[in-house]
């Protein structure tokens, strides 16, 4: 038996395990500490480091809760969530890509008629959004739930202003026909900062990083038979593309708004979903 020593500190934790650990969290537990232990040895961590940040930890948990998660932004800030999604989401070439869901997604919007707008405050600047659901050969497909949530024009979701934005602002589910097709009605999404006044906020500032996102529509695509898609469509010409502070941006996603003379909206946003099967 050895005493734990720096030098054989990721064996001395390893060999605790007890025999009948459930081997996933055998791989899993072995190779944090294997990594954290590197890490530590890699920057010579120091005793007021590690202090400041059980202090930073301690007060991400305290500012997390039903409303506010600020793990999950930190992982996003990180590109943790990103990376933990590609990971997940390997899909073959042409099917839509996954991007992170972030926070403000809410469960049991109004399905909506096709063609109908989501926009009910009647702020910003109207788009209409359409394409096809298809799978990974072009058919399209039927019966596929379009899940889709945009900030305001002032960039806030409903649920950060409950006092200010119906709930379902900005915000409805759309199903498709036998032609695989939708469209509705929303505004041309603007950018807008994450919550930056805790300790992610903090993180970032200290950092030298700015904490916006560029401007997005959100969607999960749903349909029996198919991977789930969360994923956004974004702006392109939007000055944070290049540098979206949770690293949700991906080529793929990157789509067309082209303004509309004469139409029944200002800006026209086409994009197809294409589902890979389960
Ligand atoms: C969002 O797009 O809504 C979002 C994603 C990650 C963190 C914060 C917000
Ligand atoms: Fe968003």
């Known amino acids: ?18 025999p009948h650990v459930e081997p996933r969290l055998r791989t899993v537990m072995s190779s944090l500490v294997k990594h954290l232990h590197a890490f530590a040895k890699d920057v010579e961590l120091r005793q007021e480091e590690w202090e400041l940040a059980v202090d930073f930890l301690t007060r991400t948990g305290k500012i997390s809760g039903d409303e506010r998660q600020e793990f999950i932004l930190l ?7 990103m990376l933990v999604d590609a990971i997940g989401n390997r899909r073959p070439a ?15 919007a109004p399905v909506r008629q096709m063609g109908d707008s989501i926009n009910l405050d009647g702020k910003g600047e109207s788009c209409l959004f359409n394409g ?17 949530w945009s900030d305001s024009a002032e960039g806030y979701y409903s649920v950060q202003q409950p006092d200010i934005q119906d709930k379902w602002n900005n915000r409805g589910i759309f199903v498709t026909g036998a032609d695989g097709a939708y469209e509705f009605v929303g505004i041309k999404p ?21 904490p916006n996102r560029p401007a997005h529509m959100h969607y999960i695509v749903t349909a029996p038979g198919f991977q789930k898609i969360v994923t956004h469509t974004f702006v392109g010409d939007d000055p944070w593309i290049a540098s979206d502070a949770v690293f949700g941006v991906k080529t793929s996603l990157v789509a067309p708004f082209d303004p509309v003379k004469d139409g029944r909206t200002q800006w026209h946003s086409p994009f197809d979903f294409v589902l890979t099967p389960l």
């Not at 992982?75 to 969530?81: E, M, P």
């Not at 096809?132 to 889709?148: Q, S, W």
């Open 1 to 18: 038996m050895e005493y734990f020593t720096e030098a054989n500190s990721v064996a001395a934790v390893d060999e605790r395990m007890g």
């Open 75 to 81: 992982s996003d800030t990180l590109g943790l969530s």
């Open 94 to 108: 042409g099917a839509t890509e996954n991007t992170v869901l972030g926070p403000f997604h809410v469960a049991g």
């Open 132 to 148: 096809r659901v298809v799978d990974i050969h072009g058919a399209p497909v039927e019966g596929a739930k379009i899940d889709v």
């Open 190 to 210: 603007v950018s807008y900062p994450i919550p930056d006044d805790g300790p992610v906020g903090q993180m970032l500032a200290a950092l030298g990083r700015h």
